[in-house]
């Protein structure tokens, strides 16, 4: 059974702080990893995806993944009041169906 | 550059009636996914095609649950004698393939079974 694993929070950061965002997953033969925004009544939008490890930065996003320990982060800089969602990371194979955490949700106060 | 459309954004529908999800895909994308998400979780995978091949389907989805996509273009995701349990957000996603593996998804279909 493959399992990902999200702190569910709510995670609150101030406006201009940095957010980080934690996925641990179970199977060690994951290969493709990707972080999802979704907003309240709203479908999943990607933000990023990773595959080796190491740091992936794209604007104010940095993923950070760490096959070893079977870890993948989020950071956030800078964060804003739209930044608020939920953040979901997903686990896959190669081209196969994703595995979904729970979701984090943050909360960034004005 | 048209993203993911799904039809209908919501259903409701009495327990026991058959319903009929409808997903379009990125156009070139030639795969195509079925999840459903319910509150305060994480989307689920139900199914999945390369064109037209149903290449896995999950366990969780039952007898009553059928998928097709029929021309390698849109799918359709079908469920039969609904029950209350299958309310949630159906999601449909597409990714590219060919070494291209993010998935993008449609604003979902939001089922509710009275």
């Known amino acids: 059974q493959k399992e990902v694993e999200q702190n569910s929070g709510p995670l609150s950061v101030p406006e201009g702080a940095i957010a980080s965002l934690n996925c641990t997953y179970s199977?060690?033969?994951?290969?493709?990893f990707f972080w999802y925004r979704q907003y309240s009544g709203k479908s999943p939008e990607l933000i990023m995806s990773i595959y080796s490890n190491g740091d992936k930065e794209d604007g104010r996003f940095t993923a950070q993944l760490n096959k070893a320990s079977q870890y993948v982060s989020l950071l956030i800089r800078d964060s804003q009041p739209s930044d608020s969602a939920t953040y979901l990371c997903?686990?896959?194979?190669?081209?196969?169906?994703?595995?979904f955490g729970p979701g984090t949700r943050l909360s960034v106060l004005p | 550059d048209t993203g993911v459309s799904q039809d209908p954004r919501h259903k409701i529908t009495k327990r026991g009636q058959n319903v009929t999800f409808r997903c379009d895909p990125i156009?070139?994308?030639?795969?195509l996914y079925w999840y459903r998400q319910t509150l305060g979780q994480g989307p689920e995978f139900l199914t999945y095609f390369q064109n037209e091949a149903q290449l896995e389907k999950s366990r969780l989805l039952s007898d009553r649950f059928s998928a097709e996509r029929p021309k390698g273009s849109f799918s359709t995701l079908e469920i039969q004698r609904t029950e209350q349990g299958d309310s949630a957000m159906y999601l449909c996603?597409?990714?590219?393939?060919?070494?291209?593996?993010?998935?993008?998804f449609g604003p979902g279909t939001r089922l509710t079974v009275t």
């Open positions: 156009s070139e994308h030639n795969r």
């Open positions: 997903a686990v896959g194979f190669y081209g196969q169906n994703f595995v």
């Open positions: 996603a597409s990714s590219l393939g060919q070494g291209n593996y993010e998935q993008y």
């Open positions: 199977d060690r033969g994951s290969q493709s």
